[in-house]
């Protein structure tokens, strides 16, 4: 029973257009929540995080939104490079542990030149 | 900085033999984690570790698979005898906790296993 759930496994996006991969989670005790990025045979890079007091969190080309009351969180990337072509990770760190950061299965993002 | 090493990078070994991956995290990070990504299931936390000690090893699926933390620069998972279904990538990675209270975790480059 996944806490965090990614439900498109993948997404197509054209180079210089808005990347919004989503997240939702079942678990109202997490605090933190963070996007990770995977390339191939590479382990995956922290990108992001967003405390659960804030809404909105950007850096740079990268924007996390959080909707507490309908437990999702989204990540905008504008614009969409080819190089951002990655599988994009979303975690969360429950309140009760924050020892532990539980992943999302993955959105595999191709940017199309 | 050297981040989170994990040998070896690939292993394929037949059904039933022993296998050991290891891991050095990165200097001065009091958690590790072991990880396994697989299709189906995606990052799966298996175990970890604060200062070498075992918190939650909840998420090991059965008692094939075994993890060991001796002292502060190294650790292995151990799966005896392995399956197929053992067959994914097993991800190391360890963090130190900020103040906050904010996990920022980074991970070793994988240890691809294919049991055969």
């Known amino acids: 029973d996944q806490q965090v759930k990614q439900n498109s496994p993948s997404l197509s996006v054209q180079e210089g257009r808005i990347s919004i991969l989503n997240c939702d989670y079942t678990n109202s005790m997490f605090d933190y929540f963070l996007w990770y990025k995977k390339y191939p045979a590479e382990g995956p890079t922290f990108l992001i995080s967003i405390s659960s007091i804030k809404d909105k969190n950007e850096d740079g080309r990268f924007t996390v939104f959080l909707n507490k009351s309908a437990k999702h969180l989204s990540l905008h990337i504008v614009p969409s490079q080819p190089g951002d072509s990655a599988v994009y990770f979303c975690?969360?760190?429950?309140?009760?542990?924050?020892?532990?950061?539980?992943f999302g299965p993955g959105t595999s993002l191709s940017v199309i030149p | 900085d050297a981040g989170v090493i994990q040998s070896p990078r690939h292993e394929v070994t037949e059904m039933g033999q022993e296998v050991t991956l290891r891991c050095k995290p990165i200097s001065g990070h009091d958690y590790l984690f072991w990880y396994r990504q697989t299709m189906m299931r995606g990052l799966e936390l298996l175990i970890y570790?604060?200062?070498?000690?075992?918190?939650?090893d909840s998420g090991m699926p059965e008692d094939r698979f075994s993890a060991k933390m001796p002292n502060a620069s190294f650790s292995t998972l151990k799966i005896q005898p392995s399956e197929p279904r053992d067959s994914a990538v097993y991800f190391c990675?360890?963090?130190?906790?900020?103040?906050?209270?904010?996990?920022?975790?980074?991970f070793g480059e994988g240890s691809w296993l294919t049991v055969v």
């Open positions: 975690a969360a760190i429950p309140k009760t542990s924050y020892d532990k950061v539980i």
């Open positions: 990675a360890s963090s130190f906790r900020e103040g906050t209270g904010k996990n920022t975790i980074y």
């Open positions: 570790f604060n200062n070498n000690v075992p918190i939650d």
